[in-house]
Nanobody, 126 residues
Framework: QVQPVESGGGSVQAGGSLRLSCTAS????????VDWFRQAPGKEREEVAD????????NYADSVKGRFTISQDNAKNTVDLTMNNLRPDDTAMYYC???????????????????WGQGTQVTVSS
C-alpha cells in the first residue's frame, strides 16, 4: 500500500510563498503520475497541477498558472508544489494524489488516483 505524505503547509500573508512536498516511503513518487488537488471549505476538490512520471510534462489549473510550479526532486523522492504570489482564495487543504504505475498520466479526475495523502493546510490572509 502506498501512502503519500504531504508537508510544507502553513499560514502566509497574501503575496507570500510556500513550497509543498509529497513523498512516499513505499515507492519512488517521481516514477508515478502525481497531482496536487485542493479543497476549500464548502467547495468541491479541484485539480491544481499535475506532472507526468518522467517529469517532462505538467499542467495547471487556470487559477494558478504563472504562480504555481510542480516539479520532481529525484534525490529527495518528492513531488513539490512551489506556490508564489499566494492569494486568499488559495486557502484550502492541499492533497497529493498518486496514480498506480500503468495508469495513463493523460487521464484526469479523482477516480484515476489510487493513493491519497492526508492533506496539508494552506491559509492565506489578506
Amino acid at each position: 500500500q502506498v501512502q503519500p505524505v504531504e508537508s510544507g503547509g502553513g499560514s502566509v500573508q497574501a503575496g507570500g510563498s510556500l513550497r509543498l512536498s509529497c513523498t512516499a516511503s513505499e515507492v519512488a513518487v517521481t516514477k508515478h503520475c502525481v497531482d496536487w488537488f485542493r479543497q476549500a471549505p464548502g467547495k468541491e476538490r479541484e485539480e491544481v497541477a499535475d506532472i507526468n512520471a518522467d517529469g517532462g510534462s505538467s499542467n495547471y489549473a487556470d487559477s494558478v498558472k504563472g504562480r504555481f510550479t510542480i516539479s520532481q526532486d529525484n534525490a529527495k523522492n518528492t513531488v513539490d508544489l512551489t506556490m508564489n504570489n499566494l492569494r486568499p482564495d488559495d486557502t484550502a487543504m492541499y492533497y497529493c494524489a498518486v496514480k498506480s504505475r500503468g495508469v495513463s498520466c493523460f487521464l484526469h479526475g479523482e477516480r484515476f488516483f489510487n493513493y491519497w495523502g492526508q492533506g496539508t493546510q494552506v491559509t492565506v490572509s489578506s
